[in-house]
């Protein structure tokens, strides 16, 4: 049965008096509360939330934009697996509700989102895969919707963001191979626009100089984050004439296809090259030998861009006086065999 019409009809009251009943008015007697309350859970009568929504300005529902292409898809250690669970603990708290709005591979991000904008179907956005320069922050800016950016982005504005340390991670593999007498020291990077690339490579550049090592662009293999991207990564090192004797991953499933690229050439990780992954993710784990790569909590990055995101909204600022701050998320390296091979010692 549908309807709060219907409704006042079955129980032969007023549709006034059933809204009132619903929504805990204090001028609705608790007997009549009561019968209304049991006939709506009877009779299967949910509100019309949308209705609601309109009258009061707001959805109640936060928006997450991912891209949705066949590489995200085929890669079942997706990132955000982890991160929604951390922001739906947030969001829960303030009775909201996460929509996760995948932009197909093949449509303009820009243009995907001022359909949900004009849609009016969220109270806020996060955005993802953030560009170098990403036309979707000014977008948002523009229409004054709330949102939070997974990564940096050098487009202009003051809005919030939460990334991952890429700087550190590359700065800290880069000063753990040369420790071991590396010089020839290879990287992957994203072969798109997205700014988590340009900052990663940075970071490599800057640490070899102080090493006092030249930078070398052909050491920069940029190919698709995915494992079919570590095994075109580990052909192309193969490639090189003075190949490198060892490789940093930006991304945690380019492991999985860089060693068996490796293997079929009969080149031994932790003995011939050392390799240093991004994240530790669950597939990644049963590789031999065992990965060294760094370590974070999705859950709990989730639940700080959660707040991020709430702390900027005039709603819930109160609740998280101390948000709203731009974050950079720490790694922790977690060491294995695989980057056990150090230039010029003994086999």
Not at 58 to 78: C, F, H, P, R, Y
Not at 145 to 161: D, E, K, L, T
Not at 179 to 191: E, K, Q
Request: with cysteine; hydrophobic share 40%; charged share 25%.
């Amino acid at each position: 049965m549908k309807g709060i019409r219907l409704l006042a009809e079955h129980l032969d009251i007023s549709i006034g008096t059933v809204s009132r009943a619903l929504n805990g008015k204090p001028d609705v007697n608790e007997e009549t509360r009561r019968r209304v309350l049991a006939a709506a859970a009877e009779l299967g009568y949910v509100a019309n939330q949308s209705g609601r929504s309109l009258r009061q300005g707001e959805t109640k529902v936060i928006g997450l934009m991912i891209e949705s292409s066949q590489e995200a898809v085929e890669n079942a250690d997706n990132f955000f697996l982890g991160v929604t669970s951390g922001l739906q603990h947030v969001f829960a708290r303030h009775k909201l509700d996460l929509l996760m709005l995948p932009c197909p591979a093949g449509e303009d991000p820009c243009e995907y989102l001022k359909r949900m904008v004009a849609r009016r179907l969220v109270d806020a956005m996060i955005i993802s895969n953030t560009q170098r320069m990403d036309r979707r922050i000014d977008l948002l800016s523009r229409a004054k919707i709330p949102f939070a950016a997974v990564g940096r982005s050098r487009s202009a504005g003051n809005y919030p963001w939460v990334d991952l340390d890429f700087e550190g991670v590359a700065e800290r593999a880069v000063e753990r191979l040369v420790a071991r007498g590396h010089r020839r020291i290879a990287i992957t990077a994203p072969s798109s626009e997205v700014n988590l690339g340009y900052v990663f490579v940075e970071s490599y550049r800057r640490t070899l100089e102080r090493y006092g090592i030249p930078f070398d662009p052909s050491l920069v293999i940029r190919v698709k984050s995915s494992e079919q991207g570590g095994y075109q990564a580990a052909h192309e090192l193969l490639q090189l004439e003075d190949r490198p004797t060892a490789v940093i991953l930006i991304y945690e499933l380019m492991a999985i296809g860089l060693y068996r690229r490796l293997m079929e050439a009969g080149i031994r990780i932790g003995r011939d090259l050392a390799v240093i992954g991004f994240r530790d993710a669950p597939r990644a784990r049963f590789l031999q030998p065992s990965l060294s790569c760094f370590r974070m909590s999705l859950y709990d990055l989730g639940i700080a861009l959660g707040q991020t995101l709430l702390a900027n909204m005039p709603a819930y600022r109160a609740f998280y006086p101390d948000g709203g701050h731009n974050i950079i998320w720490p790694l922790e390296l977690v060491p294995g065999e695989s980057d056990a091979f150090e230039v010029g010692a003994s086999v």
